[in-house]
Nanobody, 128 residues
Framework: QVQLVESGGGLVQAGGSLRLSCAASGRTFSSYTMGWFRQTPGKDREFVAAITTWSGGSTYYADSVKGRFTISRDNAKNTVYLRMNSLKPEDTAVYYC????????????????????WGQGTQVTVSS
């Protein structure tokens, strides 16, 4: 069982930056692929980024955030981060952290159904 708690969301102007954090419980954090997804009202949850196991794991990004967002993890702190730069109004959403024991390939890391554990979400609002 893994419990996830996101933090770091807020209101920022377009072009600004935020760093989201996701703190995980449990002693097997390093075994999980960690992902970030986002959702806006009336839309399906959308893949943002993922990082596979261990600190040197592979990273994957949605095309819409590639070059602007960076995912990283600190296994000693049981925490995964999402650094978001050059934010745009279309990045406005609730951002969710998720953990998966699978989902380690280019394709499966993007699939929300691969993730068994989810945080409660943190709101990110980007004003124009």
């Amino acid at each position: 069982q893994v419990q996830l708690v996101e933090s770091g969301g807020g209101l920022v102007q377009a072009g600004g930056s935020l760093r989201l954090s996701c703190a995980a419980s449990g002693r097997t954090f390093s075994s999980y692929t960690m992902g970030w997804f986002r959702q806006t009202p009336g839309k399906d949850r959308e893949f943002v980024a993922a990082i596979t196991t261990w600190s040197g794991g592979s990273t994957y990004y949605a095309d819409s955030v590639k070059g602007r967002f960076t995912i990283s993890r600190d296994n000693a702190k049981n925490t995964v981060y999402l650094r978001m730069n050059s934010l745009k109004p279309e990045d406005t959403a609730v951002y969710y952290c998720a953990a998966s024991l699978g989902g380690s390939t280019y394709y499966t890391a993007r699939q929300s159904q691969q993730y068994a554990y989810w945080g409660q979400g943190t709101q990110v609002t980007v004003s124009s």
